[in-house]
């Protein structure tokens, strides 16, 4: 059923060495390659064909959804709009990624529009990986949309990387915080080459004491280029922090906006950016230990992206 592209693929965004325990559905190439459910968790076909629908049942602990998507096929541009709904007190980890081989001159790209709906006392775990190889010229695109509700106590953590071989990304993050819901979100994007990048997120914390933390991480390399926006809108009682972090190399370029909206009094927003070089001193430091030059600089952009 996998071939050794497929798993090599699987390997990359999704951690997974064959298919996975538990509830899975794996996508190839624009169709349903495999699915399983498990006991506390049902995956469906949307009504439209276009996408799935996960519902995790309330209570349900400890368990995983594995929801990979993988793409070979020279021309196809796959779109899916996936709906997730989180039962209250429910602690689900959802594992989600795409990875894009291209082996021709034909572009190649994927845009997963995921909803998210996590009820009272409700944590989910979202872990979503980016990815594209291949010898071929195709231009290889990757358009996310994560769209998250949190319902009163709930929590949402989310970790999004683009690791390389991606020539243009948008992604598109939104969120809107019940009272006491917390929501982390930790970015990590490397471009290269030519290579284009662009991470729009807006935050609404609407209920009373709801909390979030924006975290991106991003590394510029060759001649590429990213843009990073963010905007927390405080509506209540409420905490909310923004950190941006860049480190630029050769001829990278980053533009980096973050933007506070305090409309309720007792709001407490704050943010923090830096954009900059490796600094010498940390590559000499390295060198010193054994390491060559493009050594060091791998392991501090390893560490930075972490």
Request: aromatic residues 4%.
């Amino acid at each position: 059923m996998l071939d050794a592209l497929d798993k090599s693929l699987l390997k990359t965004v999704a951690d997974l060495e064959g298919l996975p325990k538990g509830a899975y559905n794996i996508r190839k190439n624009g169709k349903l390659l495999s699915r399983q459910v498990s006991a506390n968790i049902n995956i469906e076909s949307n009504a439209e064909g276009t996408g799935i629908i996960v519902t995790i049942k309330p209570g349900t602990k400890n368990e995983s959804v594995h929801i990979p998507v993988i793409l070979s096929q020279a021309g196809l541009y796959d779109v899916v709009y996936n709906a997730f709904i989180i039962g209250d007190d429910a602690e689900v980890t959802i594992v989600a990624g795409c990875g894009i081989h291209c082996g021709s001159s034909e572009p190649e790209g994927h845009a997963g529009i995921h909803d998210f709906q996590v009820g009272k006392r409700a944590k989910v775990t979202y872990v979503e990986k980016h990815y594209a190889s291949g010898d071929g010229k195709g231009r290889r695109t990757l358009n996310p949309t994560t769209k998250v509700f949190l319902a009163e106590g709930a929590r949402a953590e989310m970790e999004l990387t683009q690791i390389s071989g991606v020539d243009e990304a948008n992604r598109l993050n939104e969120a809107v915080l019940g009272s006491d819901s917390l929501l982390l979100i930790t970015e990590r994007v490397l471009t290269d080459g030519e290579q284009t990048a662009v991470s729009t997120n807006n935050i609404v914390l609407k209920g009373a004491g709801s909390r979030a933390n924006m975290i991106s991480r991003s590394v510029m390399k060759g001649n590429s280029k990213q843009t990073f926006y963010a905007t927390m809108d405080a509506q209540n009682k409420c905490f909310g922090h923004i950190e941006c972090d860049a480190i630029i190399m050769d001829n990278g370029t980053n533009e980096t906006m973050p933007s506070l909206k305090a409309g309720h009094p007792d709001a407490e927003l704050t943010h923090e950016a830096s954009i900059g070089k490796i600094a010498s001193d940390q590559l000499t430091k390295l060198m010193s230990l054994g390491l060559t030059y493009d050594q060091a600089v791998n392991r501090i952009i390893q560490g930075f992206l972490k």
